[in-house]
């Protein structure tokens, strides 16, 4: 459906992450004015790295933390850098940078920077700026006619800084709220317990016995580090049922052992796991996932967080009472991330120009619903609500704006790297068997055409 065009908005974006970054430089481009604020000295969320965790409460339980990346010191991509990036700005090798093809979190981070300069984003971020509230200037009106008051800090200067726009975009991300699981004695154990949001690197952990509890990915490299330095490190996982990768890898460290959970845990430093064997432990390391959490949001009970299920939400992106006003970009996961963020804001951006509509509230609702239930007959818990897991969805939402289909090549390149890690845990990063597709991405428009010497060295 058309609607009036070139409606200009003033727009906040809260969050110069990826999803954040892309958001202003869809907006901007769509005409509006732009506020990007962002409580870090830098831009790129969650790949600016922070090894300043002191102060920082252990297990997270702060309602706004000191630190905001998990990133920790060794921690290199999962992904390939050929399906990372936007799509008129590859994540290319750089002259006396990390040229991996998984590098480390820094040569994304740096990705991101030159991402802001090339495309003159800066100019629109505060930084040291922290947002307190956002709330709606009038509860009683309705999608396109709210506008938003909010409210920041200036931390540096310690000014508060209250202001009123058409629109917020949240692009805060989703890997700063630790998730802790609920287990007996937890909060009477006397010894170390941390979660992997503030795990920097294993030193701390020198010959200690260190229980991992939560065989995700974090938990299976932080597991790899720590058997260099701890007298025993024991992985404790929901199911014994592991991969092929993982059982290599613990079949050649004599003091890395898997583990069933935890059943309860001890004032003496006795861990129970489920199947009653038990161990003296030093420390207790959660390797156990993300929370999405808006501690500054009030939307009067629009739009909430119930088991990490944010809703109600249409298409992951829009609260339908509240929309186009305010959105969430980057909230699915499980799904080629930067591709998927630059369609959700050019939507976005897209809607509050007027240039196209969202369906009538009651079809956004029903699609709700539809996907809700679609879920449930799958078996899919709540809390797994924006796991994604499928090029078609992508594909079928970037329709929403004309943004191009996920490249064939993208896809198997993705694929195999999953396999691979399954495969070869420890070696998958610096060892595959995709050199044929590699060769067919470098070949197309999509890093021939913008490889020239001012595009590759701003």
């Known amino acids: 459906m058309v609607t009036v065009r070139n409606q200009s908005k003033h727009v906040c974006v809260i969050g110069s992450g990826p999803s954040g970054l892309v958001a202003a430089r869809e907006l901007r481009k769509e005409g509006h004015s732009v506020v990007v604020l962002e409580q870090n000295h830098d831009v790129g969320g969650q790949w600016l790295y922070d090894p300043d965790v002191e102060g920082e409460d252990p297990l997270g339980r702060n309602t706004f933390g000191k630190v905001h990346s998990s990133v920790y010191a060794s921690l290199r991509l999962i992904s390939p850098r050929e399906i990372m990036g936007f799509s008129d700005f590859p994540f290319l090798v750089k002259k006396d940078r990390d040229s991996r093809r998984f590098p480390g979190h820094r040569e994304l981070f740096l990705y991101l920077k030159d991402f802001c300069e090339w495309f003159g984003l800066r100019e629109m971020i505060r930084f040291n700026t922290r947002v307190e509230y956002v709330g709606m200037l009038d509860s009683g009106a309705i999608g396109k006619d709210l506008k938003w008051v909010v409210r920041s800090r200036e931390m540096k200067a310690e000014k508060v800084v209250e202001e009123v726009f058409d629109a917020v975009v949240v692009a805060t991300g989703h890997y700063s709220q630790p998730k802790l699981p609920s287990i007996k004695g937890m909060d009477s154990w006397k010894r170390k317990q941390m979660h992997s949001h503030i795990y920097r690197d294993p030193q701390p952990f020198r010959n200690e016995v260190v229980v991992v509890v939560g065989n ?243």
């Open 216 to 458: 995700s990915l974090s938990g299976q490299d932080i597991s790899m580090e720590l058997v260099d330095v701890a007298k025993d490190a024991h992985l404790s996982s929901k199911s014994l049922d592991i991969t092929e990768g993982l059982s290599k890898v613990i079949s050649k460290h004599d003091n890395l052992h898997l583990r069933p959970q935890i059943e309860s845990l001890h004032e003496d430093g006795r861990v129970l796991f489920v199947d009653g064997s038990w161990i003296i432990a030093d420390s207790i390391l959660y390797c156990t996932g993300y929370s999405y959490r808006f501690p500054f949001l009030d939307t009067k009970g629009t739009v909430g967080v119930d088991d990490d299920r944010v809703g109600p939400l249409y298409e992951h992106t829009f609260p339908p009472s509240l929309a186009p006003s305010l959105s969430f970009v980057g909230i699915p996961r499980k799904l080629i991330g930067f591709p998927f963020f630059e369609s959700q804001a050019k939507w976005i951006a897209q809607l509050l120009s007027g240039k196209i509509a969202l369906p009538s509230w009651d079809d956004m609702m029903q699609s709700i619903k539809e996907f809700y239930h679609s879920r449930d007959l799958a078996g899919i818990p709540k809390h797994n609500t924006h796991d994604i897991g499928e090029f078609e969805y992508c594909d079928r939402y970037g329709d929403n704006v004309g943004f191009p289909h996920l490249e064939e090549w993208k896809k198997q390149i993705c694929l195999s790297a999953i396999v691979n890690a399954v495969a070869n845990l420890e070696t998958y990063r610096d060892s595959w068997d995709d050199d044929e597709l590699l060769q067919e991405a470098l070949q197309t428009p999509y890093f021939t055409q913008l490889q020239t010497e001012a595009f590759t060295d701003p």
